[in-house]
């Protein structure tokens, strides 16, 4: 079926691997998300930390498709080969998932500890940077 789809994107001209497409995404709401919550935490503005709020929530509703099309170009361009690189993207792809719902959780919720918010926004700049180092070590070595 994976094949099927590729052929036939193939076959009107995109060769093109789905994953990078889908991944700025994640990473830009990551690094967003991080800007805005840093700025609120110095000028403790509530509406970047609304903003910033957001970028999470797009982050994790980009996470799912990105994470879809990883999988079927990694089947697709790369055999399904395991490697070490691969086994390291998909526990950081969990990470980063989790993160992005922990951080939706805390935002939520602390009102006065604006320490831990900004500590969250780090954590997932932190496993979004990690994952965009490791698939570029895949790419380019």
């Known amino acids: 079926m994976i094949n099927t789809m590729y052929h036939l994107l193939e ?11 889908m991944i700025h995404v994640p990473m830009g709401m990551a690094i967003g998300g991080f800007v805005f919550a840093l700025i609120f935490y110095l000028f403790e503005k509530k509406e970047f930390l609304q903003t910033a709020y957001y970028c999470i929530c797009l982050g994790l509703a980009g996470i799912f498709p990105t994470v879809l099309f990883g999988f079927t170009d990694w089947q697709y361009r790369f055999d399904g080969e395991w490697s070490t690189l691969i086994i390291m993207k998909m526990i950081f792809a969990v990470a980063l998932t989790v993160s992005f719902i922990l951080t939706i959780k805390i935002t ?21 940077t990690g994952l965009g180092f490791m698939g570029g070590q895949m790419l380019y070595g």
């Open 108 to 128: 939520r919720q602390e009102k006065e500890n604006h320490l831990k918010v900004l500590i969250m926004y780090i954590i997932c700049l932190m496993f979004a």
């Open 11 to 21: 076959a009107v001209g995109f060769k093109h691997p789905l994953h990078p497409a």
